[in-house]
């Protein structure tokens, strides 16, 4: 798998010349159509004139970047910088070790997990494995990697010759498996594209249909993570997938295996980096009027360095998560009404309902009520109702907490003033609990995969269970 692996990277390396336009190749019969990344709106922005505001050579120049960065669709990779080939270290590959031309990014535990779970999903051709029924195994089309490796396999040996070496190594093709980004891009072609769009814009073809919109990944802005503002970890990615949002229409993807679903995280990584880098090239653009390959690799290089050090962030809290009582609801509740000090009810309202003098503003000439804020996508945005008790980024308190502590990513909803204790918080978190009219969960299984995947990152709050 894994020189099969590497020989797919190094014929995406020698893709070039792609179509800029986010358009379906349809000149080509009896083939699925092709899917071309494009530039963002705003890189392809014009003024009131029909100018571009970016010169099209200078878009050219970025498009031409982003392809020798990360690829193609069909062909997506990370480019290697000199640095990371001097240590082995290969984004490419995160599940092998950093010198071992791979990131680094599962410890042993992490890669058992893996397999333990790979023998799960792969149960049934395993089972035919191991009755020497190999025409009955079947692969679905979202790993055409394992596809082409399972069909390398039995084309290199021949039937009289498949004896328990070959079932053993047939086995371990399965349970060891870990889709390479070209086949997680299929994946998320069939199943994340129509929402998402291709360079996961939150523009696919349904995306107008749903209320709140798909996130957008390509600032780097991920709303529910357990890091605060900055870029998430690879395991709140992992979490979403998992387990869905609550009250949108992003459902759990469950179903996949854990292997599937890290690949996922690697290819959604993917095309929020390269948005990521295509704004700062733009941004650096209109500061300097000029871009030169230096600007491309430091751009790369400053992306990639918010990625890997977002576990730093993590907030945890130590100690034993604190039980409601009655004294601490009462703080909580005046915490929550106190302008001075948390000021929730300012945007929340004083009931909880969302319905916030702060979070509305009246049109003084039409006399219409209209939200006050707008996300970072640019949206309309108003504070969620505390009464339903659905909370997006999790309803356990370790959640809830977190929203509190570090405020949500992208939107008006700030990081607790610095007078608030951890007590403070908690207290909130316990009121908050008693507005909900659903009943707040207080130990809910939390897949965090993969903090690691058998080590609690809440320390005394709800561990990382799979």
Partial sequence: MRSESRSLLVAALCIVGASWSCQLDTDRPAARPVIHYSLSEATRATSPEGEPLVPLDVQANVAGSLEMLFGTPAHPQFMLLDEWKESGFDLNWPQYPKGDQGSG??????????????????????????AGEYERVAIHSWSPDLQRAWAALLAETAPELRNDEFKAKAKALFVDYYPTLASSAELYRQHCLHCHGPEGGGDGPTA??????????????????????????????????????????MPSFRRFSKAQLNGLVDYVRLLSMRGMVERSLVATFAEEEALTSGDVVA?????WSKWEKAAEKLLVFEGEVPHPTPE?????????????SANCFSCHGPEGRGNGASAFVTDPQSGEVKPAYK????????????????????????????????????????????????????????????????????????????????????????????
């Fill in 375 to 466: 996300d970072d996508w640019g949206h309309d945005i108003i504070p969620r109702n505390l009464r339903y008790g659905i909370f997006r980024g999790g309803r356990r308190p370790i959640d809830l907490f977190r929203r509190i502590k570090n405020g949500i990513a992208g939107t008006p909803m700030p990081e607790a003033p610095s007078s608030l204790t951890a007590d403070d918080i908690w207290a909130l978190v316990h009121y908050v609990g008693t507005l909900s009219e659903r009943p707040q969960l207080v130990h809910a299984p939390a897949h965090d995969a993969h903090d690691s995947h058998s080590t609690p990152e809440t320390h005394g709050s709800e561990p990382a269970k799979h």
């Fill in 208 to 249: 107008r249909f749903l209320n709140p919109l798909p996130r957008d990944y390509r600032q780097g802005t991920f709303k529910f993570t357990a890091v605060g503002k900055g870029t998430p970890r690879r395991a709140d990615l992992f979490r979403i997938l998992d387990e869905g949002v609550t009250g949108t229409a």
């Fill in 328 to 340: 601490s609801i009462a703080r909580g509740r005046e915490l929550f009404l106190d302008a001075k």
């Fill in 299 to 303: 751009a790369y290089s400053d992306v």
């Fill in 105 to 130: 990014e599962f410890s042993e535990s992490d890669l058992a997990s893996l397999a333990t779970d790979n023998a799960r999903y792969f149960r049934t051709p395993l089972m035919h494995i191991e």
